[in-house]
């Protein structure tokens, strides 16, 4: 059973350094970090023995760390206490056909900022990236979530094919497509949907989007998608977005007009 | 006076390629375009003479243009009609303290994706950045107008420090500032609050935004900011987002809530 904890003391928000480990937090508890996590610590921000840094992860919350010792390829902390309970952090799906380089890198840090539970990269028609370095995306997504305070990191699939997305999709789950051909509802309204779907129970049932390629979707592509029950076509404004930037602004404005940030900081 | 037409037709949508000139459009006149718009057009997207593009200017709207020759340095065209009338397009305005490379120039592309009309560089206490190149910033947001389907390039001033900003800040014009330390109200409550205030006149007044450093703000000046009239203080959600993070997901929210996004691809 998780501990309990209750909230951020002085001392932790002065630990300003905050790291995902897998391994278990719980008081006593020695924990050694290796790699670039030890280089990080001990390099970049030159913390030494008796230094504290926050360590979570989503099964144990985020926990105070004092380093212990810190040498050439290890920085050993022993744990203190909990300052924040762990919390499971539902949030949007995105699917997405891999784009290039930095355009794909934006998308994976900012929907980790933004707070997507699962991020589900997919092969379309006119996908013209052929494969996904996926440990150097993850790594990407687990930075962006130190650094923005979630508890949990995205999790992030492999590449499936969009016909094979569609036949898995869950039919309660809705699947806002951000459609560049325009001819789709409005994102509010599409919102304004789902929130009357959902009768007043609350918090509403988290969507997923899906987002094409720098190509776009394929005639045929985007009529099986449309076509799907659990599908709504979403038109994104009078301009032309890129691929990374329509993604980022649906999940931006799902987030600002349902319940996640009418709380401010994690408090109610 | 410009020319007026009545819509784009389909000869202009399969000119895909589209470029900012700052040049008089009007049937009948021969543009001459050199350097990397020459480049571009031959080198890169191969075309050749009796090709269509399209080309725009705020003034003058957007005229199919035929290559009527191209040379190493030069292409020249030919302007046959008009397919757009100009239009103003008035968008909010985006103030925000240089950052490092990479996620400023995210900031300027993303912002004249998302319709920003004016783009106000800030000095603050916690800025690192010391020399920002402007013209490399407006290529880019020419680059980003072109792609997304403007008709306007966004403004793009010489940095001032935020004194002199909020100094010479228009009384009419609403400064949401986007405050990383929390406590500001959700954004969906502050555009309600202005919707209020414009007391249900269409369309409603355009905004500023507000976005600081990496380093975020000084006590004194987020102080110096709140204590205006036209300040309304925003929190971005439960997450800390990133300075360009926040810039971006608060523009999309504004376009997604008022009347702009609920155009479909600039028809009503």
Redesign the interface.
Known sequence: MPARCSGMKDSSRRARVRLYVDQDLVTGRQVSLSGSQAHYLSKVMRLVAGDCVRLFNERDGEWLGRIVSSGKNATDLAIEECVRNASSENGPWLAFAPIKK?ALD?IIE?AS???VERLLPVDTQFTVVERLNLARLHAQSVEASE????MTIPRLDSPIPLSRLLADWPGDRALLFLDER???Q???HAVDRLRLRAAGTQPLHQPGFLVGPEGGFSDDEAEAVASRPFALRV????????AE?AA???L??W???TE???????EE
């Open positions: 930095s934006f900012k900022e933004l707070g650094q923005c305070e979630r325009g001819g789709g409005p994102l509010v038109s994104m404004g009078p301009r032309i977005l890129r930037t980022i602004a649906a931006a404005c987030q600002a007009l996640d940030w009418r709380t401010v900081n994690g």
